[in-house]
């Protein structure tokens, strides 16, 4: 679990303490899933949190009338490394995605991956999560790579985001 929790968050989003707005832009890493061919990306991919992984993920709430941080951690926000934040977000992910798969020459693996994303809440419902780096991006950490045409899996070691010593439940 991440720092916030359900309620923390709710409170967090609910009205700003400084201006009172109820708009904020919520910084999150977030699972995404991106079809590989070659070792490039097919597509941008897509999203694959749940509730309870975007919260797990937040790292940032900032109030969109003030400026005002209505939350914010330096930890990983995954495995709460104390000060992880700034290892991730400008960094190569640890893992690398091959050009073919090692075990049967296949040129297609699905890698899954913790992208950087901003939402925006505010009046009626949030925004879609928009990256703020894809595949191959400095910020966008790749967890786990599975080759499409056979069983080979390649894992990152320990927290797939900041390298410490592992998530604090299952993820992906």
């Given at each position: 679990?991440?720092?916030?929790?359900?309620?923390?968050?709710?409170?967090?989003i609910?009205?700003?303490?400084?201006?009172?707005?109820?708009?904020?832009?919520?910084?999150?890493?977030?699972?995404?899933?991106?079809?590989?061919?070659?070792?490039?990306?097919?597509?941008?991919?897509r999203w694959?949190?749940d509730?309870?992984?975007?919260?797990?993920?937040?790292?940032?709430?900032?109030c969109l009338?003030?400026?005002?941080?209505?939350?914010?951690?330096?930890?990983?926000?995954?495995?709460?490394?104390?000060?992880?934040?700034a290892?991730?977000?400008?960094?190569?992910?640890?893992?690398?995605?091959?050009?073919?798969?090692?075990?049967?020459?296949?040129?297609?693996?699905?890698?899954?991956?913790?992208?950087?994303?901003?939402?925006?809440?505010?009046?009626g419902r949030?925004?879609?999560?928009?990256?703020?780096a894809?595949?191959?991006?400095?910020?966008?950490?790749?967890a786990?790579?599975?080759?499409?045409?056979?069983?080979?899996?390649?894992?990152?070691?320990?927290?797939?985001?900041?390298?410490?010593?592992?998530?604090?439940?299952?993820?992906?």
């Amino acid at each position: 679990m991440g720092h916030l929790d359900e309620t923390a968050f709710t409170a967090a989003i609910a009205g700003c303490a400084t201006c009172g707005a109820k708009s904020f832009e919520i910084a999150s890493c977030l699972d995404r899933q991106v079809s590989v061919m070659l070792g490039e990306a097919n597509d941008d991919g897509r999203w694959t949190h749940d509730g309870e992984k975007f919260i797990d993920g937040v790292y940032r709430v900032t109030c969109l009338g003030c400026g005002r941080d209505a939350y914010a951690s330096p930890d990983c926000p995954r495995c709460h490394r104390t000060g992880g934040l700034a290892d991730i977000v400008d960094a190569p992910s640890r893992l690398a995605v091959p050009r073919r798969c090692p075990s049967c020459q296949g040129t297609e693996v699905t890698v899954i991956g913790f992208a950087p994303a901003r939402v925006r809440t505010g009046a009626g419902r949030p925004s879609a999560p928009a990256p703020a780096a894809l595949l191959g991006d400095a910020g966008f950490h790749v967890a786990m790579i599975a080759c499409d045409q056979c069983e080979w899996v390649q894992s990152a070691d320990g927290c797939p985001l900041c390298g410490g010593p592992g998530p604090l439940r299952e993820r992906p």
